[in-house]
């Protein structure tokens, strides 16, 4: 099976940086996952990391490492529109596996 | 123009009724998924199907049955719903893995389904 361990919130100011923490235990793992979803939304796909290091996607960064199981978000610059929850999610055959999720809550 | 539309956005239902939850997507895609977003937000996969076939059922009672008339529909019936049943329903899909990097699931703008 699968499991993943996240932090339950955040909170932060306006134009701060969070870093979101995220590991793991699964038999078989293509990469690792982090989607963002607003309340009464869908979740939406942030990035993806097969490979070790940092991905770069303008604010928001992801990155893993493969031997530790282990993988962050970092949220940059933030905004309030980034009060959001975060999900990493883990791949392998045929399904996303998530973790529990993070509510980030971005104050003034 | 939606990549994965689902419909109704809302159900609102009685125990004991027998409900359906409708998802098609336009993306191409050949795997779709029913996640299950309880009150905790916790996402949970339910099923898998790939080019209309069952890949992953993730032990859901047998009251639910997905039905896949090609890989660009997939639809859940749900039958003598039960108030645990009451949840938001997310409908899926992917491309085939290998072929995109960026390995995004396309997710529905779900269905919340109230039993009372």
């Known amino acids: 099976g699968q499991s993943l361990e996240q932090p339950s919130e955040v909170t932060a100011v306006e134009g701060a940086i969070v870093q979101i923490n995220c590991t793991y235990q699964t038999s078989g793992f293509y990469g690792l996952s982090w989607y963002q979803q607003h309340d009464g939304g869908a979740p939406t796909f942030l990035s993806y990391?097969?490979?070790?290091g940092l991905e770069e996607t303008g604010r928001f960064s992801s990155f893993l490492s493969r031997s530790d199981s282990y993988g962050y978000l970092l949220l940059q610059e933030l905004q309030m529109k980034d009060s959001a929850s975060y999900f990493c999610a883990v791949r392998n055959d045929y399904k996303l596996s998530f973790g529990a999720g993070t509510t980030v809550t971005v104050r003034a | 123009d939606t990549a994965v539309s689902q419909t109704p956005k809302y159900l609102v239902t009685q125990m004991g009724n027998d409900k359906s939850i409708k998802c098609e997507q336009n993306?191409?895609?050949?795997?779709m998924y029913w996640y299950k977003q309880d009150s905790k937000k916790f996402l949970k996969i339910m099923f898998s199907?790939?080019?209309?076939?069952?890949?992953i059922n993730e032990t859901v009672p047998n009251r639910f049955s997905p039905k896949s008339p090609d890989k660009a529909h997939l639809n859940l019936h749900i039958n003598s719903l039960e108030l645990g049943d009451s949840a938001v329903y997310f409908c899926?899909?992917?491309?085939?893995?290998?072929?995109?990097?960026?390995?995004?699931?396309?997710f529905g703008s779900g269905t919340r389904l109230t039993v009372v």
């Open positions: 199907y790939n080019n209309k076939e069952l890949i």
């Open positions: 993306l191409g895609h050949d795997t």
């Open positions: 990391n097969a490979l070790d």
């Open positions: 899926a899909s992917s491309p085939p893995s290998g072929t995109n990097v960026n390995y995004g699931y396309t």
